[in-house]
């Protein structure tokens, strides 16, 4: 398994030409076949197209070339990515056998840095799903215990990490669906301030909240992957123009003033042996000369409900194109909004429909500024709320998700307990800010602990940092 | 029978005349191969994003300054959301309660009218009816080409401040005018890149409350905009007079059949679901922007008509047709600049040379004759060395060979003679050699007098091959006649 | 639990939304809806009657491109995604709503 090297070990030795990038995709494509099975983290394995890619980084190499660096670094790319000629499904059916005739932003900067895309990841569809349950193709399992979820919707992503399919993935986050998958599989995931990386090519699911972000077994090697992807795109309105500072490799917390987020902390359906991961994180951080203390963000405790307006309702118009006219599946009707009908009842999954349905009554005409429009002003709060708590802190911590990971099945059949799941990262995208996942503590039944790292908009160096650092303790 | 006041608001939708679409870099060209000015953005492909043209955002700008709009700090785009098969996205970017322009007015006639908003939007792909005699509804099925998705239109939303047909088309033709002069558009309403859409409603003339408002599309010139208000103002005035109810909805205007059609009502209402774009930033127009629009407007039509009617002398009928043509404007401001006077050149542009240029189907610019030539056409009729005759002779070659006015004088001797002793001997040879007719002159009453002295002076002018000066010749006739 | 939403209304944001469900799906969906809802209350009871919405995390103003051609896609490509196509056009079933 590739897992034995980082990223970073692996970009540094196929560059001084120690290792060829052809032995690490084989390797990689190794471990796909022997797990995948079971696990089912990929839709498509871009086999012949990645030991092409190796072979000419071999030669780049070979002729005294930089290919750069992530030189010969296989790297998974959830299924909502777009890369040209290449099956790009969103676990849907809606768009089964869809291959975009463009390439997303960041993938052409991993391409440009050397990476090998070695795999499209399973999602649930369309990004909706805390457990990777929803995929039209079939759930993906956690590499931990296969009973379990993965989390999601980036699971797929998650579990080829962990498993040691490859160094780094990379997922979306619209709630927490890197962090929340990252927390179940025993892996770093980051969801970068909301404009760092470009969605230009990013399938949407909530324009105002989705945000592109890396998995890694390590904080270093998801710095390294954030690094390459990051940076203004003139692709995409909404990326932030500056150019962001290097991360950086500190992992110092002496001075920095850190607070735990009460709300999603100290609060029911938070499971101890979680809270306890976090409070043993803050006391190692305050050993290492940290000043932690509890804070209080009340606004937090109407996230997940302001979320689950405001997300579908983006989401019933993102998903409105998938009408069966120009791409993606067709079921006929008598006429055109027949056919789209029954197109869209066909290719969705019930979590979708249940969220576009939810997302369009939530837009409608007499239920606008109940709803839609009472979620953003909650939005104002949380951000305000953050704010206050950032002119003390400098960051703040939390648990990644409520619990452990839990088993398939679980809580199919009860969405509200599933939307539960991400309660704790919810907060971050609304506001627009930075957060991670670190590996910490396992649970009672043996599995991952996820901690999450909160950081105001633009604080990733500090974020990881702090990252580092926890990363340290373990 | 109750008399009824019109109330008229027009809905007018501009494409900008920009080089690419709105939200991308596919070129915006009219009547391409379909589907071949298309790209990820504007076929709405997943994971795709729009961003903003700038040039479109200057365009706005400048409409702002013509139509003496507020162009509020800010504005925002909005999402449409409606499912129709020509727009890519199944919902359309537009601007809702934050446009880009607010509160603006042109004067017509002497009349102002309010104009409520502008504000950008995308346009729509375009749909073929296949089938069914190309009727939407009686089609079999129907074909998408997408290059029109995304072109980048203005919307001008006008009060309803207008009480006739003739007052509506008095408002499109100088908003026409105002568009062509800020070059925002190319702004004809026969290929779609200006389509106007009215909200009519009649109210009794003994009450405030308004009427239904019934909105009429498909009007493609400025008569058949006319011709349909008119329609729909009988229509309606018909159905109150015999108390019916008329229902708010949308009619589409025949051309062929003079009338309005009902449109068959669209399921599940208008609730469009606006919500702001997430994917595009606001537009804040800067100090900078604002001031560079306010310079770049040139005179708009209202000025120059006032400006040509006291500076040439030229009527207003003749003013506003120079001013809403644009290019026989520039043509005749050309003329005019070489030396001609204004009074003539207008006489000249919108005389002959239109009626040319519609025969020819051709344009100003195109035309051979430059404005230099028309200035000295202009002059050699003023100094009397061409009659109106032998100008338009002249005109007439000028227009068809690349070749100066004096030149053809010159070359075909076609100078006026105008020498009074040259002249009075022509008249003594022709006098000479027409005793009889003199004499039946002397003996007529004076229908006969009239008879033979016109053909008298037609001898005279066929002896002096056209050339003699028209008025010294009845001058001398007069006096060897002894009338 | 009272359901806040009934299947007529899903029914009639079912067609807003060009989903067509069976009568079963409309009732299933009413209920789900309708906890989802109930649980959106304590946000919709909120007093937030001066606080102003916030559409967008960053406050960018003014993103404009130049208005420079770019190469567009290719129409053979573009047409074999499409599920129906006919003389160079995207092929659909004829449309009884109206323009809009």
Redesign the interface.
């Known amino acids: 398994m590739t897992g034995a090297m980082t990223a970073v070990e692996t970009a540094a030795a196929v560059r001084s030409g120690d290792r060829s990038a052809r032995s690490v995709v084989e390797e990689a494509l190794a471990a796909i076949s022997e797990r995948e099975e079971e696990l089912h983290a990929c839709n498509t394995v871009l086999a012949d197209a990645a030991i092409a890619r190796a072979d000419a980084i071999d030669a780049a190499v070979a002729h005294g070339e930089d290919p750069g660096p992530l030189a010969g670094v296989p790297i998974a790319l959830k299924d909502n990515l777009c890369v040209q000629g290449e099956l790009t499904t969103c676990s849907s059916k809606i768009l089964e056998g869809?291959?975009p005739?463009?390439t997303a932003t960041v993938v052409e900067r991993l391409l440009a840095a050397g990476a090998i895309p070695i795999a499209k990841t399973n999602l649930d569809e369309f990004a909706m799903g805390s457990s990777t349950e929803n995929s039209a193709f079939g759930p993906t399992r956690n590499p931990h215990d296969k009973a379990r979820v993965p989390g999601g919707s980036s699971g797929g992503s998650a579990a080829a990490v962990s498993a040691g399919y490859v160094p780094l993935a990379l997922g979306s986050d619209t709630g927490g669906s890197i962090r929340q998958p990252a927390a179940f599989c025993g892996v770093v995931g980051v969801k970068p301030t909301?404009?760092r990386v470009s969605r230009y090519g990013l399938i949407a699911f909530a324009s105002?909240l989705d945000q592109i972000g890396p998995f890694a077994t390590t904080v270093d090697d998801a710095a390294l992957l954030m690094e390459t992807i990051w940076g203004p795109d003139?692709m995409d309105?909404?990326s932030?123009?500056s150019r962001p500072d290097p991360i950086g490799a500190g992992s110092d917390v002496s001075g920095l003033r850190i607070g735990i987020i009460e709300e999603l902390t100290d609060v029911e359906g938070i499971a101890p042996e979680v809270r306890a991961s976090v409070e043993r994180a803050a006391s190692g951080l305050e050993g290492s000369g940290a000043h932690v203390e509890r804070v209080s963000i009340p606004s937090c405790?109407?996230g997940?409900?302001?979320y689950?307006?405001i997300a579908p309702a983006e989401a019933?118009s993102n998903l409105?194109r998938y009408?069966?006219?120009?791409?993606?599946?067709?079921v006929?009707?008598?006429?055109?909004?027949?056919?789209?009908?029954?197109t869209?009842?066909a290719g969705?999954g019930a979590e979708v429909?249940?969220r576009?349905?939810?997302g369009?009554?939530a837009l409608?005409a007499g239920y606008y500024d109940?709803?839609y429009?009472?979620?953003?002003?909650?939005?104002?709060?949380i951000?305000r709320d953050f704010a206050q708590a950032y002119e003390r802190f400098d960051v703040l911590l939390s648990p990644t998700a409520p619990t452990e990971a839990f088993k398939l099945g679980a809580k199919t059949a009860d969405?509200?307990a599933m939307?539960m799941s991400d309660v704790c990262t919810i907060p971050t995208n609304?506001?627009?800010?930075a957060a991670m996942s670190v590996p910490f503590g396992t649970g009672v039944e043996g599995l991952p602990i996820g901690v999450q790292v909160l950081a105001p908009?633009l604080g990733e160096s500090v974020m990881f940092t702090v990252a580092r650092a926890v990363e340290a303790l373990r | 029978m109750t008399t009824y006041e019109t109330v008229i608001g027009l809905e007018v939708h501009v494409e900008l005349s920009?080089?690419?679409k709105l939200f991308?870099?596919?070129?915006n060209e009219f009547g391409a191969?379909?589907?071949?000015?298309?790209?990820?953005v504007c076929?709405g492909l997943p994971g795709s994003l729009p961003?903003?043209?700038?040039?479109?955002?200057e365009f706005a700008l400048l409409l702002g300054v013509a139509l003496n709009f507020d162009v509020p700090p800010?504005s925002?785009f909005h999402r449409k959301n409606?499912?129709?098969?020509d727009m890519p996205k199944?919902f359309?970017v537009s601007q809702f309660d934050e446009p880009i322009c607010v509160d603006g007015w042109i004067d017509v006639a002497g009349e102002r009218i309010g104009i409520e908003r502008a504000h950008m939007e995308e346009d729509?792909g375009k749909?073929?009816?296949?089938g069914g005699g190309g009727r939407?509804?009686d089609?079999?099925?129907?074909?998408?080409?997408?290059n029109r998705a995304g072109i980048p239109l203005l919307e001008i939303v006008s009060r309803p401040d207008m009480g006739s047909a003739e007052q509506a088309r008095g408002y499109v033709s100088e908003l026409r005018a105002i568009l062509a002069t800020i070059g925002i558009s190319d702004v004809k309403m026969e290929e779609g890149s200006m389509r106007v859409d009215a909200n009519v409603s009649l109210r009794a003339n003994s009450t405030d409350a308004l009427g239904t408002k019934v909105e009429i599309?498909n009007m493609n010139s400025l008569r058949s905009l006319g011709r349909a208000i008119d329609s729909e103002i009988e229509r309606q005035s018909v159905m109150l007079d015999s108390e019916e109810v008329i229902i708010q909805e949308?009619r589409h205007w025949d051309e062929v059949a003079g009338v309005t059609h009902g449109?068959?009502?669209?399921?599940?209402s208008s609730?469009y679901?606006y919500?702001?774009e997430?994917d595009?930033?606001?537009?804040?127009?800067?100090d900078e922007m604002r001031k560079v629009a306010r310079e770049s407007v040139p005179e708009l039509p209202a000025s120059k008509r006032e400006r040509l009617i006291s500076d040439w002398g030229i009527g207003p009928s003749d003013a506003r047709i120079l001013v809403d043509d644009r290019a026989l404007c520039t043509y005749a401001e050309a003329a005019v600049a070489a030396g001609g006077s204004g009074k003539d050149v207008t006489n000249w542009c919108t005389g002959e040379i239109l009626g040319y240029l519609n025969e020819q189907g051709s344009t100003p610019e195109a035309l051979i004759l430059r404005p230099e030539g028309l200035a000295e056409l202009v002059a050699l009729l003023a100094d009397d060395t061409l009659s109106r005759s032998l100008a338009k002779d002249v005109l007439e070659e000028c227009l068809a060979t690349p070749v100066m006015p004096r030149e053809v004088v010159e070359r075909r001797g076609l100078a006026q003679m105008n020498d009074e002793g040259e002249l009075a001997a022509l008249v003594d040879e022709v006098l000479g050699r027409n005793e009889d007719a003199i004499a039946q002159w002397k003996a007529g009453d004076e229908k006969a007098r009239k008879k033979k002295r016109g053909f008298l002076m037609g001898e005279l002018m066929k002896t002096s091959g056209s050339k003699g000066n028209p008025k010294v010749l009845n001058q001398l006739l007069d006096e060897r006649l002894g009338d | 639990m009272s359901p806040r939403?009934s299947p007529e209304?899903?029914r009639?944001?079912?067609?807003?939304?060009?989903?067509?469900?069976t009568d079963a799906e409309a009732s299933q969906?009413a209920e789900?809806?309708g906890?989802?809802?109930e649980?959106?209350e304590?946000?919709?009871a909120?007093d937030?009657s001066d606080?102003?919405?916030?559409?967008?995390?960053?406050h960018?103003?003014?993103?404009?491109?130049?208005?420079?051609?770019?190469?567009?896609?290719?129409?053979d490509?573009?047409?074999a995604?499409?599920?129906?196509t006919?003389?160079?056009?995207?092929?659909?079933?004829?449309?009884?709503?109206?323009?809009?």
């Open positions: 869809w291959r005739p463009y909301y404009g105002s003139q309105s909404t932030i123009p405790a109407y997940l409900s302001a689950y307006l019933s409105a009408d069966g006219v120009r791409y993606g599946l067709r006929d009707g008598a006429d055109v909004a027949e056919m789209n009908a029954k869209r009842a969705f429909k249940r576009i349905m939810l369009t009554y409608s109940a709803y429009g009472q979620a953003q002003k909650v939005r104002t709060l951000i969405p509200l939307y609304l506001a627009g800010h908009a | 920009t080089r690419t991308c870099g596919c070129a191969e379909p589907n071949t000015h298309v790209c990820p076929l961003v903003l043209n700038r040039t479109v955002v800010s925002i409606y499912f129709y098969p199944d359309q729509t749909t073929t009816h296949m939407i509804h089609a079999d099925y129907s074909l998408v080409d997408y599309k949308t449109m068959r009502s669209k399921e599940g609730d679901r919500f702001p997430p595009l930033v606001p537009v804040a127009p800067t | 939403i209304q899903v009639h944001v079912a067609k807003l939304a060009r989903l067509s469900i969906l789900e809806l906890v989802i809802l649980h959106a304590d946000v919709a909120l937030l606080i102003e919405p916030t559409a967008h995390p960053i960018l103003t003014n993103v404009l491109r130049d208005d420079a051609p770019k190469p567009s896609l290719d129409r490509e573009v047409l995604a499409a599920p129906a006919e003389d160079r056009r995207f092929r659909v079933p004829r449309i009884m709503g109206e323009t809009q």
